[in-house]
């Protein structure tokens, strides 16, 4: 009995990564924008979301940070033998790659800001698995199964009422 519960954990797991993988391109490949532009300046944009605070801005400065928390902790799950520094490390290349073929495709704006927060956002998975590891023990892949389901599922709803304006305005992401 208990084997099974585990294969379904696993399942449950894989299916996570998954789909946590398909919102990832999504967010970052099919974007509604065809404004093309380039920033190498580092921090210009943070700058302005911090001190221009609104829905958009929140949206696209939270968004580049918790995009990449799954990210890491997906690295550290699968790859725990590995130093954490690797795992950021992947996070900002994996990022850095992103933003070159956004520009290459021509997709929204190819940004050095977007690099830092997805870094940051790498960071807090690192610190968030750490975490998970040292409260969870030996329970920490299901914890984080689990959590990432959840997660998910709030993810997909607000985005449907985002998406159909169930809160007085629409939004659309992708």
Not at 30 to 43: C, E, G
Not at 48 to 63: A, E, K, P, S
Not at 114 to 143: H, M, P, Q, S, Y
Request: charged content about 10%.
């Amino acid at each position: 009995m208990n084997n099974k519960k585990n294969i379904w954990y696993e399942i449950c797991l894989w299916a996570g990564f998954v789909s946590y993988c398909i919102i990832l391109i999504a967010l970052l490949f099919f974007k509604s924008s065809s404004v093309q532009r380039v920033n190498l300046t580092p921090f210009r944009f943070i700058s302005y979301y911090l001190t221009h605070i609104n829905v958009m801005t929140l949206i696209n400065g939270l968004g580049n940070i918790i995009l990449f928390i799954p990210f890491t902790i997906y690295l550290c799950l699968f790859f725990s033998k590995k130093n954490i520094w690797i795992h950021l490390l992947w996070a900002c290349l994996f990022s850095i790659g992103a933003e070159c073929l956004q520009y290459i495709l021509k997709i929204g704006v190819t940004d050095i800001d977007d690099v830092i927060l997805n870094t940051l956002g790498g960071l807090l998975g690192i610190v968030a698995f750490w975490l998970l590891r040292k409260l969870c023990k030996e329970n920490t892949r299901k914890v984080i199964t689990v959590a990432f389901l959840i997660i998910g599922i709030l993810f997909l709803s607000i985005y449907a009422c985002l998406y159909y304006g169930v809160f007085g305005f629409r939004i659309r992401i992708l």
